[in-house]
């Protein structure tokens, strides 16, 4: 069984206005991280302060990183035809699951056993 066409026109726009944020989110955590070079304050409280947020700025880069991979591994599958089948298994993807998360590639069962 396809797809319902409308449903993956939905997700593929989701995808896509995801796509952007999190490329505009990532010109963001990258000049943060690359001015890091930049010497720390002089003051230990401060220093304190500035590592902390490098490690959350660090984790929000290497989130983006990979979700923004895996929209578009998602939109190469909604491009070739197989969007909402399980990479793993090749069953269908619930669609409950895909409006839940757009670029998930794995059915629940194939999720669970990892
Ligand atoms: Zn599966």
Same mark, same amino acid.
């Given at each position: 069984?396809?797809?319902?066409?409308?449903?993956? &026109? +939905?997700?593929?726009?989701?995808? =896509?206005?995801?796509?952007?944020?999190?490329?505009? #989110?990532?010109?963001?955590?990258?000049?943060?991280?690359?001015?890091? &070079?930049?010497?720390?304050?002089? &003051?230990?409280?401060? =220093?304190?302060?500035?590592?902390?947020?490098? =490690?959350?700025?660090?984790?929000?880069? *290497?989130?983006?990183?990979?979700?923004?991979?895996?929209? +578009?591994?998602?939109?190469?599958?909604?491009?070739?035809?197989?969007?909402? &089948?399980?990479?793993?298994?090749?069953? @269908?993807? *619930?669609? @409950?699951? #895909?409006?839940?998360?757009?670029?998930?590639? #794995?059915?629940?069962?194939?999720? +669970? +056993? =990892?």
């Amino acid at each position: 069984m396809t797809m319902n066409k409308e449903l993956i &026109d +939905k997700l593929k726009l989701e995808l =896509q206005a995801e796509q952007k944020r999190l490329t505009g #989110l990532l010109e963001r955590t990258g000049k943060h991280l690359y001015r890091r &070079d930049e010497p720390y304050s002089a &003051d230990f409280a401060e =220093q304190a302060v500035e590592v902390e947020n490098n =490690q959350v700025v660090e984790a929000l880069d *290497a989130e983006g990183k990979t979700t923004l991979n895996e929209i +578009k591994l998602a939109l190469t599958r909604i491009d070739s035809g197989t969007y909402g &089948d399980c990479t793993k298994c090749g069953s @269908e993807i *619930a669609a @409950e699951r #895909l409006s839940a998360i757009p670029h998930v590639r #794995l059915c629940i069962d194939c999720a +669970k +056993k =990892q």
